[in-house]
């Protein structure tokens, strides 16, 4: 099961720096959710505020915005490296947790910047494969201000 | 930057509808702001329900000052400088907590809740201990309905004549809670762009960009109808987007408020088929007795029907008082800004009504926000557009009258006029000028 979930979150990242965004919403389940809270103590949605907090429903507008040609904060596009790693995978079969490090760098129109976070997923298994019921990425500097992100972590 | 301008006459930056772009690329003229603008107004520091006990402190910051807001034990309260009158070392390092004195963490000198000094070490080696002095004070703090604003000059127009006509979007907000207070929650999102200040707070007043900015995020809304029918948060996020694609002249409905002291708000935002000008649904219903219970139905009905977006407090203050939110513009350097969004829960409301508050705001005014980053974008690509040369001047004439009054006067325009921008440079000549 581990080497599952590996190639899984191994496949989700690729599909990001692919930009191929459609395909990543794929992933979530219907009731899925996209977070990423500002406080590392975070238990809901609903204590603080978040930097994306996005029922699938939503995440699909996010993902039809990032394939429109008119969208000016990723003209020029964005290149990413989603480097994941320390891979822990914790569940039944069914319900699985998984743990991961991860380290983004992105150039985007003559900079470079990095970001890191722990992240966590919690897969359902569903007939057509593993798919996301939630994810939660934890940015190490969640406070901080930021500059417009648009890609996804 | 601005040949033979020294010293730096800004007054010469606004020429009629005209601005020099100096005023957004040259550190010369950020410098002179810092002197005249923001060590001289009322700027919002925190609200007192960050600070309900004795004890009680957060950091904080007054320009590009950082500063302690302290409640003292008799309840009043104080906003000193963080750093020691010793060696000047910053003192406090934990963004909040509670505190019975100051002390350094260098030399250990410790300080009272009001700034005084209380104890050095080896008091023996100086000639008189009475001599040495406490924290620096900031001159003046004040609060209004439990908004501190605090102001290096020791004089000045006080605070309420500082917020003018603008005090009534504090009055609303805090009218819209059933208890009569308001508390601040949720923590804060932090958004950073590089570029000037006053370009975030003259795009907050832009009915024209969202058309072409935002067309983004309201085409692919568009393409998700069933956004529209599907739980609270997502219905509310999709509204928000959507409300982006208004025409020309569905905005020219929307009325520009400009009011003496250069604030600004926009009236007339909410309406059918947009952003509801009132909700229904249950949780509303529920919120609506106990309002009606605290003001009677006359006047919670009139709190209520207050259909303002942004009211802009000049120079660096935004609030929208139907979503409990709050801006707070920081000029860090003439090209670099940071913007604090905060929330606030109207007590004595539902719980559900607070969760509405953040994720309304997650949506509209995170970095991550599928419209502020486009904002944010549009920012940088100004300051990077005004570092030419190839032309010296920057345009606002959009929608201008024949004997429009600005600055210290108040005024209506249509929804699509560049008159708040004018009306802000009125504001801002004004100040820069003496």
């Not at chain 1, 590996?6 to 496949?11: A, D, G, S």
């Not at chain 1, 380290?103 to 897969?123: K, N, P």
């Not at chain 2, 606004?14 to 005023?23: L, P, Q, S, W």
């Not at chain 2, 829960?345 to 502020?372: I, K, Y």
């Amino acid at each position: 099961m581990s080497e599952e979930v590996e190639r899984f979150l191994l496949q989700e990242a690729r599909l990001l720096d692919e930009r191929r965004f459609s395909a990543w919403l794929e992933l979530f389940a219907d009731d899925g959710v996209y977070w990423l809270p500002t406080r590392p103590d975070q238990t809901s949605p609903h204590e603080a505020l978040s930097l994306i907090y996005e029922p699938r429903a939503l995440l699909a507008v996010r993902v039809a915005r990032l394939e429109r040609p008119d969208m000016h904060v990723q003209s020029p596009p964005s290149r990413t490296v989603h480097h994941v790693s320390a891979i822990e995978v914790d569940g039944d079969g069914a319900d699985i947790t998984a743990r991961s490090a991860l380290i983004v760098s992105e150039w985007r129109a003559g900079e470079s910047r990095w970001f890191a976070a722990r992240v966590l997923h919690r897969l359902r298994r569903t007939p057509p494969g593993l798919r996301i019921a939630l994810k939660r990425v934890d940015l190490a500097d969640s406070e901080a201000p930021h500059r417009a992100i648009a890609v996804p972590f | 930057m601005l040949q033979d301008a020294n010293p730096l006459d800004a007054t010469r930056l606004v020429r009629g509808e005209r601005v020099h772009r100096a005023a957004y690329v040259d550190p010369h003229v950020f410098a002179l702001e810092e002197e005249r603008i923001f060590r001289r107004v009322w700027l919002y520091v925190a609200h007192e329900s960050e600070v309900p006990a004795a004890g009680d402190y957060v950091l904080t910051r007054l320009g590009p000052e950082e500063v302690i807001l302290a409640r003292q034990e008799n309840g009043t309260l104080s906003l000193l400088h963080n750093r020691c009158a010793h060696r000047g070392a910053r003192i406090v390092a934990e963004p909040r907590g509670n505190l019975r004195q100051l002390r350094c963490p260098y030399h250990a000198w410790t300080y009272r809740l009001d700034g005084s000094l209380l104890g050095v070490p080896l008091a023996e080696s100086y000639a008189s201990v009475a001599e040495l002095p406490g924290l620096a004070r900031v001159p003046r703090v004040a609060s209004y309905r439990g908004f501190v604003f605090g102001s290096h000059a020791a004089s000045g127009p006080g605070l309420a004549e500082f917020l003018g006509g603008l005090a009534s979007a504090f009055d609303n907000l805090v009218d819209r809670a059933p208890a009569g207070t308001v508390s601040r929650f949720g923590g804060a999102l932090r958004l950073e762009y590089r570029g000037n200040w006053k370009m975030f707070m003259e795009n907050a007043v832009d009915l024209v960009h969202p058309g072409s900015v935002h067309k983004s995020s309201v085409e692919a809304a568009r393409a998700h109808p069933e956004t529209l029918t599907a739980d609270a948060i997502t219905q509310q996020g999709a509204q928000m987007f959507l409300a982006n694609g208004m025409k020309a002249a569905q905005w020219n409905e929307v009325e520009l408020h400009t009011l003496a002291g250069g604030h600004v708000y926009m009236g007339g935002f909410y309406r059918q088929g947009v952003i509801a000008p009132e909700r229904h649904d249950p949780v509303f219903e529920r919120y609506r007795q106990v309002l009606i219970a605290r003001h009677g139905a006359q006047k919670a009905a009139a709190v209520l029907a207050v259909d303002r977006f942004n009211n802009l407090v000049w120079p660096t203050l935004s609030i929208n008082a139907r979503f409990g939110a709050m801006r707070i513009v920081r000029p860090l350097a003439v090209d670099r800004t940071v913007v604090e969004v905060q929330c606030f829960r109207l007590d004595g409301a539902p719980q559900e009504m607070h969760e509405l508050t953040l994720q309304f705001v997650n949506l509209a005014a995170s970095p991550a926000s599928l419209v502020a980053s486009d904002d944010l974008e549009i920012f940088e690509r100004c300051q990077r557009g005004l570092a030419s040369r190839g032309e010296e001047w920057i345009d606002m004439r959009r929608g201008v009258l024949a004997g429009e009054r600005r600055g210290d006067a108040a005024a209506v325009a249509p929804g699509t006029s560049e008159l708040p921008v004018r009306h802000q440079y009125a504001a801002w000549q004004r100040w820069m000028s003496a």
